[in-house]
C-alpha cells in the first residue's frame, strides 16, 4: 500500500474503512552501492479490517497486501513489501511520481528523496474541504498513535532535512496522522536524505 492508495481509501467509498483501519505505514530504503538499493514498506492494519477491505475489493485493485508478504501479528496483521536492484528500476507502486526518487550525485553520494508536498492536500480532497466537529473526534480517536515513518539509511547520512540517528548512519521522519488529517503538520514539500558510500 502506497501514499496514493492511501488517499484514495480516503475517498467516499473508502472513508468507514480509513477511519477504524488503525494502520500504521513505514518505509525504508536502504542504499546498498551508488546504483542499487532496497526498499522495504511494511503496512500494519487491523486483523478485522483487512478482513473487510479484502471483501469490498473489485478485482483485487484495492485487496490488502496483493503483492506482498503477509505476517499475522495477534490481532494486526502486516504487508511487507520489498523491491531491490538498480534504482531506475524500482518503482515502489508509485503513482504520478509520488514514489520516493534515489539518483547518484557524485563523489560516491547517494541522494534520497521522497515528494511530500501533496500528501496532506490530496487527503483534504478526497475527505473533502470541511468535515464536522464530530468527525474530526472520530479521526483523531482512531489514528492517535499511529504513523507514517520514512527511513533512509545504509551508509553515513551527510545532508537531511529528517532526524539523523546517534550513530549518524540513520535518516527517519514520523508523520503522525492525525496531524496529517488535521492540516496542522509543518511538513516541508520533499523529504531528502544524502547518504555517503
Do not use: W
Not at 473533502?128 to 545504509?154: K, L, N, R, Y
Not at 550513530?167 to 492525525?178: K, L
Amino acid at each position: 500500500m502506497t501514499m496514493t492508495t492511501l488517499t484514495r481509501l480516503a475517498g467516499a467509498g473508502g472513508l468507514a474503512l480509513l477511519l477504524t483501519a488503525c494502520m500504521d505505514v513505514s518505509m525504508t530504503v536502504d542504499v546498498q552501492s551508488e546504483t542499487e538499493a532496497e526498499a522495504t514498506m511494511v503496512t500494519s492494519m487491523a486483523a478485522d479490517m483487512v478482513e473487510l477491505m479484502n471483501a469490498q475489493a473489485e478485482g483485487g485493485d484495492e485487496e490488502f497486501c496483493a503483492e506482498g508478504e503477509l505476517i499475522e501479528n495477534a490481532d494486526m496483521i502486516d504487508c511487507v513489501v520489498v523491491q531491490s536492484g538498480p534504482f531506475d528500476e524500482l518503482d515502489f507502486e508509485a503513482e504520478d511520481g509520488q514514489g520516493p526518487m534515489i539518483e547518484a550525485i557524485g563523489g560516491g553520494q547517494v541522494r534520497v528523496t521522497f515528494p511530500t508536498g501533496d500528501l496532506a492536500e490530496s487527503l483534504d480532497e478526497s475527505m473533502g474541504e470541511e468535515q464536522d466537529p464530530q468527525m474530526q473526534a472520530m479521526i483523531t480517536s482512531m489514528f492517535e498513535g499511529h504513523a507514517i515513518t520514512i527511513t533512509v539509511t545504509g551508509g553515513t547520512v551527510v545532508d537531511t532535512n529528517m532526524n539523523i540517528s546517534a550513530d549518524g548512519m540513520t535518516a527517519n521522519y514520523e508523520i503522525p496522522f492525525v496531524d496529517l488529517f488535521a492540516a496542522t503538520l509543518d511538513m516541508p514539500g520533499e523529504l531528502y536524505a544524502v547518504v555517503q558510500k
